[in-house]
Each structure stands twice: as structure tokens, then as C-alpha cells.
């Protein structure tokens, strides 16, 4: 009798365990271990809090989203998604198109808890149900931030101090005082990491920037497109011109003109380059990533060390050329749960617990500073506001005020950045020779094609 019981008990195991509830999560992977180790942690304490399954995977920047619209057009997404560059190729598209789980009650109770400027990027519309309301969770954000080696421009002869703060003279002194300077000793050294490649979001992140320098306005708050007014159109050809005058002059690497993301940090960590302009901190953040790195060794560690610390600088970016601050662009990442999704009820549960700040906080600080948090409390935390020399600006940034990208007011620029339009009318100045004016009629064009 006891031995028939047991065996039925034995057998009734494997249904038990298959019975078990299981939700699917896809996430970007870290760049270091510490953001996935946070993040597994806060997996595990779900798990034994609920007993639900947590069955997480990690993809790559570019494979996250395409593996995700794959999946969303198939009718088989997983339960929650969040992958770092939805809110530049996605999000508001499939709010839109109500592929989406609307989060407002996950979101309304904490919303005091939100940075306002976070909250405001997801607040968008779903023509199925004709309505605006959150339909993607904030989770980390970043901003664009220069970074140098001090000890190049220390070769180079030149002290910080001599460093222009109005925006030609900035440039200039990078493309012609630093870099021939450089040249007459023997380094074949670029001033200028400066990306161009079509298929990188650092090159219309960095784009944008300098558009934004010059005051071209794409969109206005309602979404409508006023790059053809003739102010803005001129600001975005001065823009172009600009921004592919670096090319000209042979102050960035030629390969920058088919770099992808990870390509001006890599010539930057080689000393290839002097100078880049980057959307995160990631630059300096590798450096302290390997410092602590155990399978390095103790000089390889403490080369990193001093790099982080003192070698390697953290800036703002110059005045504009009339001489006012240029509002610092801000991009929000978001977490989205899928309507169509097998588990979506369980896949909310999961995303209310990681909002927990007790969870989502070692996440974002996993980062090495590379996201900044969504979260007022912390905003707060010692890991921003203890001295650390990179960490501060970025704080200094966000505190200061940010302005968002044209998607968030008209989602199909969504599209516009996935083909990179501003990317290509570079490519049509450098390569094809055309002048600005005609590039940015041409992406005029294709911008109303697509987002009019």
C-alpha cells in the first residue's frame, strides 16, 4: 500500500513540475557581469517569492530587437521584453499598432516614485483603442557625453585649460592643434572618434546632438513634421555640413564611415583616437569594469585603475554656435509586456517586482553608470552623488534638464532611425559627393515619406 502510494506520487512528479507556471522574459545582456548578476538576483527572489518560473534569456544589442520583431509579427512573443534600443526602433510603433499591454496600473501607483521626464517617453498612443496611456515602463536612461584622454592631450602638449568652450573653436582645437601636434611626432593618432557608420545609433544619437546644437527642429510637440521650414532646413544643412566636415578634414578615422556601435570605443580604448563623443558612459565604465576584473592581473588592474581615475576624462559638450547651453538629449529605455503573449498577466507581476526599488536599483547602478536611473530615490543614491569623476557629470546632466527624441512625439521616427535617414545624407555628402543642401532635401523627403 505505501509502496503503491509512493509510486504514484513518483509518477504524478514529472505533471507536477511540468505544471509548474513559467513566464518568458527577454532581455539585452549586460556589458558587464555585474548588470546580469543584479538581474538574475531579482529573478531568483521572484521565483521563491511566487514560485513562478522565470525563463529569462539574454541577447545582443541588434539581436534583442530583431529576434522580438520577429516574434511579435509571428504572433509569438515572449511574456516581457526589454531590450535597450526598442525605445529607438519599436516601442512606439507597437503602441500604436496595439501589440501592447497597457501598464497603467502598474504604473499609476508608483508614479510619484518616476523622474517626470522618464514617465513623459512612455505615455503613448494606440490607434486601436484611441487612446494614449502607458504602454511601455521606464526602466534606465542616458545621455550624450564627450570623453578624452588626458595624457594624449598632455602629449600633445596642451593643458585642459586650453580647451574652448564656443563650439568652432572646440572642434578646431581638436582638429588642428591636437592632432597635428600628435602627427609631428610620429603617431598616426585621429583627434576625433566620430561616428558616421549608417547601421550605429551613436551616429544619429550624436547627429541629433549637433542638430539640436544648431537649432533645426524636426518635429513640433504635436508630432507634425517643420524640418522644411526654411529655418530649420537651413540649421539642418549647416548641421550636415558640419558634422561632415570632420570626415573632410581627416580628423576621424576613415573606417568611421562604416563603424557600428561598439567601433569609436574600441578606438578609443586603443588610443587611436584623442576624443569621441559617446550615448553613454560605457568608455570610462569598461575601465572600472576591468579594474575589478579578477582574471586580469594585478598591473593590468591597476593600468585600468588610473585610466578610470585620472587618465580618462568625462565632459559635457561645447556651447552652441550662437553661444547658448545645448539642452542635454535624453533617450529613455522601456520594458514592454506583449499583447499577444502566452503569460501576459504573469510577465506584469514579474515587472512590478523588478520596478521595486530594491530591485531595479542594483540593475541600473550594475551598469557602472552607463543607464541612469528613472527612479527619484535613486537619483539620490550614493552612487551617483559620492565624487565619483564620470558618474558626476552624467548626474550633472540629468539634473540640469533633458529634451527628448522627435519619436517621442511622432512614433514613426521610430522607422526614420531604424534606416538611419541621417546617417544616409551624410553618406550622400561624403561619398556621393552631393552638396548638404541637396542630402538634407533628399532626407527631408524620406522623412515625410515615412513619418508625414
Known amino acids: 500500500m505505501i509502496a503503491l502510494g509512493l509510486a504514484s506520487i513518483l509518477s504524478l512528479a514529472p505533471a507536477l513540475a511540468q505544471a509548474q507556471e513559467t513566464i518568458t522574459v527577454w532581455f539585452t545582456k549586460g556589458f558587464y557581469k555585474s548588470e546580469d548578476d543584479a538581474l538574475f538576483a ?9 514560485g513562478i518560473k522565470v525563463d529569462i534569456s539574454l541577447y545582443s544589442t541588434e539581436d534583442c530587437v530583431t529576434k522580438s520583431v520577429g516574434a511579435v509579427e509571428a504572433g509569438t512573443p515572449p511574456d516581457l521584453g526589454f531590450c ?29 516614485a518616476f523622474v517626470p521626464d522618464a514617465l513623459a517617453t512612455t505615455w503613448l498612443y494606440n490607434d486601436k483603442l484611441k487612446k494614449k496611456s502607458y504602454f511601455a515602463m521606464p ?3 542616458q545621455t550624450i557625453h564627450i570623453n578624452y584622454w588626458r595624457d594624449m592631450l598632455t602629449d600633445a602638449g596642451f593643458k585642459e585649460s586650453d580647451i574652448p568652450t564656443d563650439w568652432s573653436g572646440y572642434w578646431n582645437f581638436w582638429c588642428d592643434k591636437v592632432q597635428p601636434a600628435l602627427r609631428a611626432k610620429g603617431q598616426r593618432i585621429y583627434a576625433i572618434g566620430h561616428p558616421l557608420g549608417i547601421e550605429a545609433s551613436d551616429t544619429f544619437y550624436s547627429f541629433l546632438m549637433v542638430a539640436s546644437a544648431y537649432n533645426a527642429q524636426v518635429v513640433d510637440e504635436d508630432g507634425k ?12 544643412i549647416e548641421a550636415l555640413t558640419f558634422y561632415t566636415s570632420i570626415n573632410a578634414k581627416s580628423c576621424t578615422p576613415p573606417s568611421s564611415l562604416s563603424w557600428k556601435d561598439p567601433d569609436n570605443n574600441n578606438a578609443f580604448h586603443t588610443k587611436q583616437t584623442v576624443m569621441t563623443h559617446n550615448a553613454t558612459i560605457s568608455i570610462a565604465a569598461k575601465w572600472l569594469d576591468d579594474s575589478n576584473n579578477a582574471a586580469l592581473t594585478p598591473e593590468q588592474r591597476a593600468n585600468a585603475k588610473e585610466n578610470y581615475e ?34 501576459k498577466a504573469k510577465g506584469k507581476e514579474f515587472l512590478a517586482f523588478l520596478m521595486q526599488e530594491e530591485n531595479l536599483r542594483p540593475f541600473v547602478e550594475g551598469s557602472l553608470g552607463r543607464w541612469y536611473p528613472v527612479t527619484v530615490e535613486s537619483t539620490k543614491s550614493p552612487f551617483w552623488n559620492a565624487g565619483d569623476p564620470h558618474r558626476a557629470v552624467v548626474h ?18 521610430t522607422q526614420v532611425n531604424a534606416e538611419n535617414a541621417w546617417a544616409r545624407a551624410m553618406q550622400r555628402v561624403m561619398q556621393d559627393k552631393v552638396s548638404p543642401d541637396v542630402a ?12 508625414g
Request: hydrophobic share 40%; glycine share 4%.
Open 42 to 50: 531579482a529573478v531568483d527572489k521572484f521565483q521563491k517569492k511566487t
Open 84 to 112: 535597450t534600443t526598442y525605445d529607438f526602433r519599436t516601442t512606439g510603433k507597437w503602441a500604436y499598432e496595439g501589440r501592447l499591454e497597457d501598464l497603467s496600473d502598474i504604473v499609476n501607483p508608483m508614479k510619484s
Open 139 to 141: 526602466i534606465q536612461r
Open 225 to 236: 513634421i517643420v524640418l522644411d521650414q526654411p529655418k530649420n532646413r537651413a540649421a539642418m
Open 310 to 343: 585620472k587618465k580618462i576624462a568625462t565632459t559635457k559638450w561645447p556651447n552652441r554656435p550662437d553661444g547658448s547651453v545645448i539642452p542635454n538629449l535624453a533617450a529613455t529605455k522601456t520594458a514592454v509586456v506583449f499583447a499577444d503573449a502566452r503569460n
Open 396 to 413: 550633472r546632466q540629468f539634473s540640469e534638464g533633458t529634451v527628448p527624441f522627435q519619436f517621442v512625439y511622432n512614433f514613426r521616427f
Open 440 to 451: 538634407v532635401d533628399e532626407m527631408i523627403k524620406r522623412i515625410k515619406e515615412i513619418a
